[in-house]
């Protein structure tokens, strides 16, 4: 828990609740240990979709396609949706919930490892969703930099792994020390690139909201201009 549980549970207290549809999936999902994205995450992409409209939204790890139909669902602008999961039960789950929801023609589910699939993608797309394996992130950007489009925005779930990332590499378990290593060199990368602005934010497990820029981006806190 990286925010106060106290506060969590009130501010989940507010929230007006998704389609029966997605509570469904989502109850499911939870009875079946199926990570999907915490409620705080999910008001945070309800606002960026509100805010952005993105028409072409692309999403790196469907799981049983749970945020694609919520994005879909809650984005106030005619979408395509393109998920890539290399998981196979789950992939035939995410079909199925897609046909529920009367969405197979505007999303579309591409099969295999995320870093081939991205290097055959030709984009670009206003809105990305990274939510995939947590030590591949780091991996995935240079492709994924390549494929949002001018002033799109890259939304990465799951930065702060419950607080861990705070802690020192030899505090971790062993096991999630590359993990961490590699999620901690993928927040300096999107804090540093040149040509992205970053915040991140302690929500849910934490998510950085990265916007594209043509202009250069210097750190050292002098003036653009």
Same mark, same amino acid.
């Given at each position: 828990m990286i925010v106060d549980e106290r506060f969590v549970t009130y501010i989940n207290s507010l929230d007006c609740g998704n389609t029966k549809l997605l509570d469904e &999936?989502?109850?499911?999902?939870?009875?079946?240990?199926?990570?999907? /994205?915490?409620?705080? $995450?999910? *008001?945070?992409?309800?606002?960026?979709?509100?805010?952005?409209?993105?028409?072409? &939204?692309?999403?790196?790890?469907?799981?049983?396609?749970?945020?694609? /139909?919520?994005?879909? $669902?809650? *984005?106030p602008a005619e979408c395509k949706i393109t998920t890539i999961e290399n998981y196979k039960p789950r992939i035939a789950l995410a079909h199925s919930n897609f046909k529920r929801a009367g969405m197979e023609e505007s999303i579309e589910?591409?099969?295999?490892?995320?870093?081939?699939?991205?290097?055959?993608l030709s984009g670009p797309y206003d809105m990305i969703f990274m939510d995939a394996?947590?030590?591949?992130?780091?991996?995935?950007?240079?492709?994924?930099?390549r494929l949002l489009e001018q002033d799109g925005l890259l939304?990465?779930?799951?930065?702060?792994?419950?607080?861990?990332?705070?802690?020192?590499h030899y505090a971790v378990i062993r096991r999630n020390r590359t993990i961490h290593r590699r999620m901690r060199e993928y927040l300096y990368a999107l804090t540093h690139h040149e040509q992205l602005v970053t915040a991140v934010f302690p929500t849910g497990d934490?998510?950085?909201?990265?916007?594209?820029?043509?202009?250069?981006?210097?750190?050292?806190?002098?003036?653009?201009?």
């Open positions: &999936i989502e109850a499911q999902a939870v009875k079946t240990d199926v990570p999907v /994205i915490r409620k705080e $995450t999910q *008001n945070c992409l309800k606002l960026f979709l509100a805010m952005k409209k993105p028409a072409r &939204i692309l999403e790196v790890g469907t799981a049983v396609g749970f945020s694609s /139909i919520l994005m879909k $669902t809650y *984005n589910l591409i099969e295999g490892d995320a870093g081939q699939v991205l290097k055959e394996a947590k030590g591949q992130y780091i991996h995935f950007l240079p492709q994924v930099f939304i990465s779930d799951n930065i702060l792994q419950d607080g861990d990332i705070i802690e020192s934490g998510i950085t909201v990265s916007s594209k820029t043509a202009r250069e981006k210097l750190c050292s806190g002098k003036d653009l201009l």
